[in-house]
């Protein structure tokens, strides 16, 4: 499911709501998740997962084409842990 497909399917199970509220809704959601996450931030949405962003250290790499050794600058990357209920419904242990 993509983001447009997102927004379309909460528009028709609330026809009350305009697609454009809906769609500014969704946007503003994404949009607090990824400003928190920029500041280091932890976003947990309970029963879903928890976003976060974890430090990679800066280390050696290998060029896998010439076998060169490079420098592989430290970096953040977004991080993702599911949630017991996601985990639980994936694999169908539903209560």
Known sequence: MI?????QKIADENPHL???DVERIVNTV???VTNAMSRGDRVELRG???????????????????????HVE??????????KLLRDRLNGKEE
């Open 3 to 7: 983001r447009s497909e997102l927004i």
């Open 18 to 20: 305009y697609q454009r």
């Open 30 to 32: 994404f949009e607090e």
């Open 48 to 70: 879903f997962g928890a976003f976060s962003v974890k430090k990679r250290d800066a280390r050696v790499g290998r060029n896998p084409r010439t076998g060169e050794t490079v």
């Open 74 to 83: 430290e970096k953040h990357v977004p991080f993702f842990k599911t949630g």
